[in-house]
């Protein structure tokens, strides 16, 4: 008994140290029911457009993603709630995530917490506005959004290489070298 009592605790401890996450799944689409959809892969390109971005482009809606306070919240910054809200879209097989309500930490809650739509684009070249790096995907030309009116390039790269050589130096010997041992280094 007094297992199933402290089991039973500690699950309850557990969840309620989490964000809550309500998903409400669109249920009808304009031909009829939704097909069920495959989730989106975690290397998947996915967009996050928040409340103050302007989005009007054609877009599929997948469902409703309300992220609230669950009482006893430890971790519930934005950066964590908007990643918690994109595991669920991508559970629904969205592509993007719409933040159209944020509400800040208050006297009532200390956690952020927002409303969002779960949307599938068919390009999302158009509103990205940084590239998270991948494997499978490469560069490519509209990737590069700055104006190209007065440059003879499409592109720039620089790299450079920094090194310190570790041994004995250009012109010195090894008895010039402070705490270096007496002996000779064979000669090659």
Not at 21 to 42: D, F, H, Y
Not at 58 to 86: H, K, M, N, Q, W
Request: charged fraction near 20%; charge should be positive.
């Amino acid at each position: 008994m007094k297992r199933l009592l402290l089991y039973s605790l500690l699950g309850l401890a557990a969840t309620a140290c989490a964000p809550r996450a309500i998903i409400q799944p669109a249920t009808l689409g304009m031909a009829g029911p939704v097909m069920p959809v495959t989730p989106t892969a975690p290397t998947a390109e996915f967009l996050v457009i928040t409340e103050d971005q302007v989005f009007e482009g054609p877009a599929e809606e997948l469902g409703d993603i309300v992220i609230r306070d669950s009482g006893f919240t430890l971790s519930c910054d934005y950066e964590t709630v908007v990643a918690l809200a994109s595991d669920k879209a991508r559970a629904l097989g969205a592509n993007a995530l719409r933040i159209y309500e944020h509400r800040l930490p208050s006297m009532m809650s200390t956690c952020h917490q927002i409303r969002a739509r779960a949307l599938r684009l068919t390009d999302l070249t158009a509103y990205a506005r940084e590239i998270m790096w991948q494997p499978n995907r490469r560069l490519r030309v509209a990737d590069f959004k700055g104006s190209v009116a007065n440059r003879p390039f499409q592109a720039s790269t620089s790299s450079n290489i920094r090194y310190r050589y570790a041994g004995l130096g250009l012109g010195r010997e090894d008895n010039q070298l402070i705490g270096a041992s007496r002996e000779r280094l064979p000669s090659t």
